[in-house]
């Protein structure tokens, strides 16, 4: 019974009490629908089930899969017919089933209580604190802190437009003071300090790509946020690897936060001349009082905070993985005003889904040309040599808001700043910068920039003479 997991899931529509709720379909029947192979344990609740994994990457395929279906049942729907799911994860004990059933029940009926703070987020997922210690790093960082429920330990998941934030750290091995040490400042300063400024902290470690470099330089180079912790001397000098990622991080004029420990006594380490000047978080090189620990915690995260700052530039920026392997395209990460431009959320959420959203706020002629332009830009990044007409990877077709609360009858063009493509995974970044006044529309109706300057790459038939008004 040691290796087992049970999952409580229950199933609710609006937490709005003054909405009424309609006939809730049940969820064994919505589980068996979304996979037949399920070891479902019958509580004789229409509303909860309990399901039984004997390894927890089933338990995230069946996740991933109650999200899937969590974003088609609820796609377009009014707030009163939004299907909520709440999941708690627990470890099998000793005591029997009976045991096991109530303290799911119990605690899922605790947390969906707690619904009415993130009525956005249709999937809510907790584990307890027991499950978390028994999961590699790259699934504890889908996890934030641990808090007190009912007097169990519990984790939240993170929602899925959460920004990542990645973590520059020593690692060590395992068992060793280092990685004892990165293991802790991950744990008590950085993951709290990421979670309440809507975070969610990777370290390396937590890479889930074949090749780890790629990945940690791929992330130092795109990631909106990065926490540099810089360790402590005495462990033969500071650390070659964390300095050389911090060279690239600042390189790349990307923000960061940097923490390092002091003495015991609370003075500081000499630290190298390039960064001896930089505004450091100093945190004590031993375990420490609560209140110390929260005045650090607050102090990184007013740095996060100040830094977050840097990240949405005037122009709305978004970065697109493409990942033709598993073939999942999303948006990793989005600028705040970029939600605001798109109005709609943006982190996680599927390429073509965001695209289908911004074709509904363009007018007709617009949608096609903007749609084939984008596909033959992606194109030309994964084979830029294969076709010598496309001279250069520049966009000329804008997003025209034919309807928008705040932008209709604006111009925004796509701007590729930057990108990678490499294993199969293309990630673009991508500036999206109003064009409005430089924007005319020809014979077909078809809105078009002048900025970009690109006019070998267009398409004979366009005729630039309307201007957008």
């Not at 005591?95 to 249709?122: A, M, Q, R, Y």
């Not at 790629?214 to 070659?240: F, H, T």
């Not at 990793?332 to 706020?361: M, P, Q, R, T, Y």
């Not at 604006?410 to 064009?435: G, H, M, Q, R």
Request: charged letters at 25%; aromatic letters at 10%; proline letters at 4%.
């Amino acid at each position: 019974m040691a290796n087992q997991f049970f999952m409580a899931i229950g199933l609710d529509y609006s937490g709005d009490e003054n909405i009424p709720k309609k006939q809730v379909n049940s969820i064994k029947n919505i589980l068996q629908e979304i996979s037949s192979s399920l070891k479902i344990k019958d509580i004789g609740r229409k509303d909860k089930i309990i399901i039984e994994f004997n390894d927890y990457k089933d338990a995230e395929k069946l996740i991933g899969n109650i999200y899937s279906y969590s974003d088609k049942e609820n796609k377009s729907k009014l707030k009163q017919e939004i299907i909520y799911f709440y999941i708690i994860i627990i470890f099998a004990d000793s005591d029997g089933l009976l045991s096991i059933v109530g303290t799911s029940v119990d605690l899922l009926k605790s947390v969906i209580t707690l619904k009415i703070k993130n009525l956005t987020h249709p999937v809510q997922i907790y584990i307890t604190k027991e499950v978390y210690d028994s999961l590699p790093p790259n699934h504890q960082d889908l996890y934030h802190s641990k808090f007190v429920l009912d007097g169990t330990d519990i984790h939240e998941r993170y929602t899925k437009d959460t920004r990542r934030c990645f973590v520059v750290s020593p690692i060590g091995e395992k068992g060793s003071d280092i990685r004892d040490r990165s293991d802790y400042v991950f744990e008590t300063y950085i993951k709290p300090s990421c979670g309440i400024t809507n975070y969610r902290a990777v370290r390396g470690d937590m890479q889930r790509g074949n090749k780890i470099m790629d990945d940690v330089i791929e992330s130092l180079q795109s990631d909106s946020m990065a926490i540099v912790y810089l360790g402590n001397p005495k462990w033969n000098g500071w650390n070659p690897n964390v300095m050389f990622e911090l060279g690239i991080r600042v390189g790349n004029s990307l923000p960061y936060v940097i923490i390092k420990d002091s003495t015991s006594n609370g003075e500081r380490y000499e630290l190298p001349f390039d960064i001896k000047d930089i505004r450091i978080v100093d945190i004590s090189e031993q375990e420490d009082i609560l209140e110390n620990i929260f005045s650090s915690i607050n102090t990184i995260k007013i740095q996060i905070q100040d830094n977050h700052k840097l990240v949405d530039s005037v122009h709305p920026y978004g970065i697109v993985k493409l990942n033709y392997e598993n073939k999942s395209f999303e948006y990793i990460e989005a600028s705040d005003n970029l939600v605001d431009l798109f109005g709609c959320a943006v982190i996680g959420k599927d390429l073509s889904e965001v695209n289908a959203h911004l074709l509904n706020l363009m007018p007709e002629n617009q949608k096609k040309p903007y749609i084939l332009e984008q596909d033959r830009l992606i194109y030309q990044l994964i084979s830029p040599k294969k076709d010598a007409k496309y001279t250069q990877v520049s966009a000329t077709i804008p997003i025209v808001f034919k309807e928008h609360s705040t932008y209709q009858g604006k111009a925004f063009l796509p701007f590729i700043v930057e990108y990678n493509y490499s294993d199969n995974i293309l990630t673009v970044k991508v500036l999206y910068v109003d064009v409005t006044s430089v924007t005319i529309k020809n014979n077909e109706g078809v809105y078009i920039s002048n900025l970009s300057g690109s006019d070998n790459i267009l398409p004979d038939f366009f005729d630039q003479n309307t201007a957008l008004s």
